[in-house]
């Protein structure tokens, strides 16, 4: 087992100083790895027993069918050659997910030649094989795989195959593209804890009032300049001269700040914040989002939230 480890570790490492990491990688002769399959070797050992019989008794017919097995042989590596030959896989996007959850990632499949390329297979331990027909100039991949943790997920090194049109070889490839999906954490309610600068009993206030026209505030006295329409006749007829108050109210920008969890530590803070973040959300109020590293303007709005997730997925991790 020791050696088999150390065997395939010297082998991705190979790999990896071949085939290095890119935003795109377009297949050719130094990129595409061909070996008969199960069939093929059948085949094979077909053909070299009929060589044989031919050569022992001289049979142009053993002749014949020897080498036609051979030629079927050949033409299946051409064929299947062409499957992956000058195609160009390219990182497209990928997803922002809860930790725990699948992420996404799309790729788009690229060719110069509009041809049918047959079923090709892209195969990982993570998603299994998924299989994407190749049927003229472009086609798009979605892979799948699990988060079990908050953060940055590259798209593992995975394995392209091709088999047809005889599935007698095997043409393949190792393709790793610079392409990730992120996860934020998942969210929990730390509100039991003590909050930095504000009291148990403290009620969270989600509106402030200013001198405006359009709710009834209050009773005031009379200052010089005040409008005649404002004025309060009943006060007036008990010899008090009143003006009415008006005032506009207006949403109070949240801060979800990093600096409100002192007891906490990292992870529980950021889960913290996700947390209120679904709650802003629940709520339709505006917030915004202070970090150590990073502050984000109080907003709404679907890329506003998925910016904040993003940032808490991104803490610590660039």
Request: charged share 25%; hydrophobic share 40%; proline share 5%.
């Amino acid at each position: 087992m020791g050696l088999r480890r150390t065997f395939h570790r010297r082998v991705e490492a190979w790999i990896a100083r071949r085939l290095p990491v890119s935003d795109s990688v377009t297949l050719n002769q130094s990129r595409i790895f061909i070996l008969p399959s199960r069939q093929g070797m059948v085949l094979l050992l077909v053909a070299f027993v009929v060589l044989l019989l031919a050569i022992n008794f001289e049979s142009s017919l053993n002749y014949a069918l020897g080498f036609w097995l051979v030629a079927m042989i050949w033409a299946a590596v051409h064929f299947t050659y062409r499957n992956l030959s000058g195609l160009t896989l390219k990182a497209d996007r990928a997803s922002l997910v809860q930790a725990g959850e699948a992420a996404e990632y799309h790729l788009k499949l690229d060719s110069d030649v509009d041809r049918y390329r047959g079923p090709l297979e892209l195969i990982h331990d993570d998603w299994g094989l998924v299989t994407a027909v190749m049927d003229g100039e472009e086609t798009d991949v979605s892979l799948s795989r699990e988060t079990d943790r908050r953060g940055r997920h590259p798209l593992p090194r995975f394995r392209l195959e091709s088999r047809y049109p005889f599935g007698l070889v095997v043409a393949w490839s190792h393709v790793e593209l610079d392409l990730s999906a992120w996860a934020y954490p998942e969210p929990i309610d730390q509100d039991a804890h003590h909050q930095a600068g504000s009291d148990a009993g403290d009620a969270t206030d989600d509106h402030f009032i200013h001198s405006g026209s359009e709710d009834f505030h209050a009773l005031r006295e009379y200052q010089a300049g005040d409008a005649m329409h404002r004025i309060h006749w009943p006060s007036f007829a008990r010899d008090q001269l009143m003006v009415k108050a008006f005032v506009d109210y207006q949403a109070a920008d949240e801060w979800l700040d990093w600096a409100n969890y002192p007891s906490l530590m990292g992870e529980q803070r950021l889960a913290a914040l996700s947390w209120q973040i679904n709650q802003c959300l629940a709520d339709d109020r505006p917030f915004g989002l202070r970090l150590p590293d990073r502050e984000i303007p109080p907003g709404k709005g679907p890329a506003h939230t998925e910016q904040c997730r993003r940032a808490l997925a991104e803490f610590g991790e660039r």
